[in-house]
């Protein structure tokens, strides 16, 4: 069963968007570099733009027709209708904003036809452009007034900061790895993105030149909260940020109250790590040559997918936080005031992007419910874990399943299953197996395969659900074994 169109998020993982949202690809427009002022320090490589707001009106007129007759308005509106309106994104001025950049500009030409499918793409530098839905949802979590100035952690392919920017009056965005930052500038300079700002650098750093901020938001994970983040900050202020373990995290919008944070806990999430002083000073590390699954029998329950060690700001002392404002030591990592305990809404710890699915206790077992009434429409639940392939020849993966009433979607692979799916360590697709599919009505069994793991194998995402299917299917006891070295 073919279904390789997964990627792991630089951001969100999701699945293979259905045949309507595929965009035509179109002729290669690729961008000029912009021109950089170097300096000794690497977080002041600054980005001029190439146009701006004394651009000339011809320029101007130029991308505006540019945007205005694009030939994939149709699939991005598509987009918005079919697969983040109905995933709970509710803002008018959000929804604009994404139906109205085009993402097709911002991700390689090898992956334009997947433009406007609901997914993650590699972007290059084992980096990746955020899935539609997230940035959607993280945008309108950020509630963006148009007065806000906004600090971005990582440009990636400038996609996040090119919705924000009509959101908001101006938008400063930092990517560390210099290739990545000066492509997404000749983007933004195209298509007249003239109140984005950006440079090359250490996002742990922030931007302190142009400081304080309305709002921050950061596009990858640091283990714990940056001080020079909260530090330009401005009181009364917002960051949203993805904190936790390289596989483990959760999704939190922080308000700076009396130079501290309160912190509410918004999702499971994953995001790519945030490289640098980040992940330098990261003290836990996945141990890729004994994969491990969380909560493969759903036993656990509660909001969170960290423990209060684990919690962003916790585990460091408090003490050597200074959140008064001073420089200090930019290692170190925030104090975090009060905590939000609850999410907004039930999530099955240890998983992240669940749709149409919950937590089921029966006779004092636990497991995970998909249901889905309408063919083509995301019921899924997804892990990423860390594995090596040079440390692990294979590995046995296994479930108990039941189906109730299990019809196949429209797509020819819109079948429930267990499946995994293997990445290099550029985040390059390797392929994806999979246990199934499951169809019909049937009672508990147990469902195993003995799978290869390729030779560069480097991180994996294990999915489970319908995948556009209807009915009911329930999952209990996922288990990955190591098998061999």
């Known amino acids: 069963m073919k279904m390789s169109n997964f990627i792991l998020a630089g951001c969100f993982v999701f699945g293979k968007a259905p045949p309507y949202l595929i965009a035509q690809d179109s002729p290669d427009q690729r961008p000029q570099s912009a021109a950089t002022i170097v300096s000794p320090n690497p977080s002041r490589l600054i980005l001029p733009q190439t146009s701006s707001s004394s651009s000339s009106p ?53 992956v334009r036809d997947k433009a406007y499918y609901d997914m993650a793409l590699p972007i290059g530098s084992a980096q990746t452009i955020s899935s539609p839905f997230i940035v959607a949802s993280m945008t309108e979590t950020l509630d963006p007034q148009p007065s806000d100035r906004v600090l971005e952690i ?45 440079k090359i650098g250490d996002g742990f750093l ?44 959760t999704l939190y919008r922080m308000t700076k109250r009396d130079g501290k944070l309160v912190r509410e806990p918004l999702r499971p999430t994953l995001f790519v790590p945030m490289t640098g002083t980040a992940e330098a000073s990261r003290q836990q590390l996945p141990d890729p040559a004994n994969p491990q699954l969380a909560n493969g029998d759903f036993e656990t329950s509660g909001p969170g997918n960290q423990s209060d060690a684990d919690k962003p700001g916790v585990g460091d002392n408090p003490s050597d936080a200074d959140t008064s404002g001073g420089v200090g030591d930019p290692s170190r990592s925030a104090e975090v005031g009060d905590e939000i305990e609850q999410y907004g809404q039930e999530f099955i710890s240890g998983w992240y992007y669940g749709r149409q699915v919950k937590r089921l206790v029966e006779a004092g077992n636990a497991m995970a419910r998909f249901e889905n009434e309408t063919p083509g429409l995301g019921s899924h639940l997804l892990q990423g874990i860390a594995i090596d392939g040079r440390e692990v020849f294979s590995i046995r993966l296994s479930a108990r399943v039941r189906t109730d009433n299990v019809e196949k979607g429209p797509d020819a692979d819109a079948w429930p299953m267990l499946a995994i799916s293997y990445y290099d360590e550029q985040r390059r697709d390797l392929g994806m197996f999979s246990l199934g599919p499951y169809r019909g009505t049937r009672d508990w069994r147990t469902d195993s395969r003995l799978l290869r793991v390729p030779p560069n194998a480097r991180e994996a995402i294990i999915r489970i659900g319908l995948f556009g299917a209807t009915g009911r299917i329930d999952f209990d006891d996922i288990r990955l074994e190591k098998v061999g070295r």
Not at 96 to 105: F, K, S, V
Not at 182 to 192: F, I, K, N, P, S
Not at 218 to 243: D, F, H, W
């Open 58 to 110: 011809a320029d101007s007129s130029s991308a505006d027709s540019s945007r205005a007759n694009d030939r994939y308005a149709g699939a991005r509106q598509r987009l918005v209708d079919y697969r983040i309106r109905t995933a709970g994104v509710v803002n008018e001025r959000v929804l604009a904003a994404i139906r109205d950049t085009p993402r097709h500009e911002f991700v390689p030409r090898a």
């Open 154 to 198: 990582g440009t990636g392919s400038g996609y996040q900061a090119a919705v924000l920017s009509p959101l908001v009056d101006e938008v400063y965005s930092i990517e560390i790895v210099e290739s990545l930052g000066v492509t997404a500038r000749g983007v933004l300079d195209r298509l007249g993105y003239d109140n984005v700002f950006t």
């Open 206 to 249: 922030g931007w302190p030149a142009e400081a304080p901020f309305d709002k921050i938001i950061v596009t990858c994970s640091p283990e714990s909260v940056p001080v020079p983040l909260v530090e330009q900050l401005r009181e009364g202020g917002s960051m949203i940020i993805p904190v936790g373990e390289r596989y483990q995290q």
